[in-house]
């Protein structure tokens, strides 16, 4: 008899995240890059979507990216002359053809940052 021979298929390993380390502090001069490191690819409907949390003000922010790095928007930085701790997360979300997102799995684990008020 003849076994089937296994079709191979592509995995993704959840990201992880790189930088900033966790507790990291910016000044108000300063922009926040996120890093994350992942060992397989994105598929052509994958993108990754990073969640950012100010724990003081409540605001949530979110992008969604194709690369491995996100440099936060001036605009995300706080204004009321006080230092604010941030929570980011980083998943894989799978989106359809209006860029919406369908899914999302292997999310990492909230990391932490300071960042300085303009």
Partial sequence: TLSPTPTPT??????????PEEGAHFNAD????LRWGGTGTLGTDERYLVRVHDLESGMEYMAMVSE??????GGWQPVDRNRHTFEWTV???????Q???VSERHETEPRKFTWDSR
């Fill in 10 to 19: 592509g995995t993704f390993n959840a990201p992880y995240p790189i930088t």
């Fill in 30 to 33: 300063q922009m926040v890059t």
């Fill in 68 to 73: 491995p790095v996100y440099i936060l928007p």
């Fill in 91 to 97: 998943s894989v979300a799978q989106v359809n053809e």
């Fill in 99 to 101: 860029r919406n997102v």
